[in-house]
């Protein structure tokens, strides 16, 4: 039987054809069609079983490779570019690791005789948060147990903490009447808005360090001699704490139906972007993936750290279903995403030394569960355990 590493060094020209043809196509998020394409064709290769249409997402696929009732491991890919910039956020790296380490792995279990699944997930639009809560709602990750990925940075840090972030349009209604003629037959929705706006203001004293609302008026009225009969805001709302941060998001809400008591109208809520979750890193997981990649001789790392104002939607899907998501030295240490700099990096000698690294560890992480189906009952039980 082979091991992971020698099924990895077979597999590496179809590893570097995808990552030339992602670099060298780039694709804004929600037209990644080549991507997804080439991604079809490498996969069916190997024997997966793709699933081309999920709702709601055209580029995104699910693709999977099955040796019985077992351990399920997710592995996602994204593939986005920037507008303008290539692929300097690296997604091609990304595309092309979770690739190999889905195809490795996927014939290690066919060859070993362990029974469990691997699973493709293409998620896109990654840069706009699209992508993985798209598909969290369309189900894809029902049939997984863990999913992973990693992604290219300046330095490694094992498990980094995120902001969580929702935003809101928050629109009031009352009724319209002359504002001179007969005021008191009106109901004002700016009342309203003013009422949610200054309760807030108050409200911040109460919360707890790190705690973000901010907020600005969209609609205060038509003219100055009507009674306003809609007024809107939209805030958004950051604490990087998930539990606390629902806590937070469910008090200014109230705030927003009891303004609108308050002034007599009624309240709208609705969601203007797509929700982003701190990544909830689990941490058995990231022992095994550690142990990993140490042999493979990175060992310069740091285990965890707050990243910027950095998220990322993987965030979301790691609420959901115990995740990792390390950063992976790929690039020059004075190389931060998004740049010129980054982008040279991207396909760099180095980064693909690297790739091929990193390619190795997910597929031995999840061979490692697949071989040892207890080790899925720590993951689970770190996962419930820690909020
Ligand atoms: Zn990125």
Known sequence: MKTIQEILEEKKASILELEKFLYAN???EMEEYKAKEKFIELLEKEGFEVEKDIEGLPTAFVAHKSNGEGPSIGICAEYDALPGLGHACGHNLI?????GAAAVLAEWLMQSGHKGSVYLLGTPAEETGRGKPGMLKAGCFKNVDVAMMAHPMKSTTLM??????EG????????AMHAAEAPWNGVNALDAAAIFYNAVAMLRQQLRDGSRVHM????????????P???????????SDFKYFRELVNKVLAVAEQAAKAAGCTVDIEMFEPPIYCMKNNKPMIELFKRHMLDAGITEYVEEAATGGGCT??????????SIHPWMKMARPTSDGHTLEFLEDADSPYAIEQMYKVVGCLAETGADIIAEPKLLDGTKAAFAAED
Do not use: C, W
């Not at 809101?168 to 009724?175: A, E, L, S, W």
């Not at 600005?216 to 009674?227: E, K, M, Q, Y």
């Open 95 to 99: 595309g092309a690791m979770s690739y």
């Open 216 to 227: 600005i008026v969209t609609d205060g009225g038509d003219a100055v001699n009507i009674i």
């Open 26 to 28: 780039p694709e804004i």
């Open 229 to 239: 009969e809609r007024a809107a805001l939209r805030v958004e709302i950051r604490h």
């Open 313 to 322: 939607d993987m965030g979301n899907v790691s609420q959901e279903v115990p």
């Open 160 to 165: 980094s903490k995120l902001v969580n972030l």
């Open 168 to 175: 809101y349009d928050i629109t009031f209604h009352g009724r």
